[in-house]
């Protein structure tokens, strides 16, 4: 075990965490409400999966990191099947016909945003989602408008989830210490109207790309139209300052008009 602490694995993010209670803490706000089905990204040593089967045993665990898999399957009661040797951003539920699981994991930080994503595209099968972030990110995540740290990643996030900041966590509880604080979030997902996923993300993302420009200047490039619906109020309001509710109403328009 000590052996991966001490070598250098930078490139996958990999800071340990070594508090127990902290481990505890993250895996007590799973709520099992409607699932019975963990997910855990990057389990590295383990930490959140000890806590964690003492509470589930349906635990798929997805690790990128092929020494990390075998110390896995070495230390953990877990079938071939669930300790998955995989990058996250390249795994479907479906490929085990997982239909409704949380997910869970001190996250990778490099790739935070990606992972999110590729939340937001599973959404219909992920019901809560407890995660360790950079603790920046997770301010972003939980922003609102007219914050500075509002922008692609709180809308999107806050369409399909209610987010919660839980707590802070200090650098030095992992292994090696990082160079960013961190903090734990809690997703739950919202029930949201089916309307065009791909517009909603694009429209946010245009929007933001310009971000000190009032929407009916940075839209047009994406929707020559947009005379046709002036009279929205908020389309001479800049990105930052319209509320995720907004955000979801203009897309509606623009399907509409289609
Ligand atoms: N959960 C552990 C490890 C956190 S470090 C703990 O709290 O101690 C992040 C972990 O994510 C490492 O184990 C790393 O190997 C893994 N990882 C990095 N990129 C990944 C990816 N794309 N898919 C799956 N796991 C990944």
Known sequence: MRKFFYSSRNKLD???????KIAEK????????????????????????????????KVFLIEI??????????????????????????????EI??????????????????????????NQYIPECVGMFQKEVAERIVSHNDKKTYGILSVLVQTFYD????????????????????????????????FNKDLLFKCVKISFNQRRKILKNSLKSFKKKITDFYNLPFLNKRAEQLSVREFLQLTKEIEIRK
């Open 163 to 194: 987010v919660k900041y839980l707590f802070t966590v200090d650098k030095n509880v992992f292994f090696p210490v990082p160079n960013v604080m961190s903090a734990v979030l809690f997703l739950k997902r919202k029930k949201v109207e089916i």
């Open 26 to 57: 993250i895996v007590k706000n799973l709520s099992f409400k409607d699932y019975n089905t963990v997910v855990e990204i990057g389990p590295g040593l383990g930490i959140l999966t000890t806590y964690l089967l003492n509470i589930c045993d």
């Open 65 to 94: 990191d092929e020494e990390l898999i075998s110390f896995l399957r070495n230390n953990f009661p877990l079938s071939k099947k669930q300790i998955i040797h995989k990058n996250f951003l390249e795994w479907s539920p479906e």
């Open 97 to 122: 016909n997982l239909k409704n699981f949380a997910l869970i994991g001190n996250f990778p930080y490099s790739i935070s945003s990606q992972i999110l994503f590729h939340i937001l595209k599973y």
């Open 14 to 20: 990999q800071h340990f965490l070594s508090d127990q």
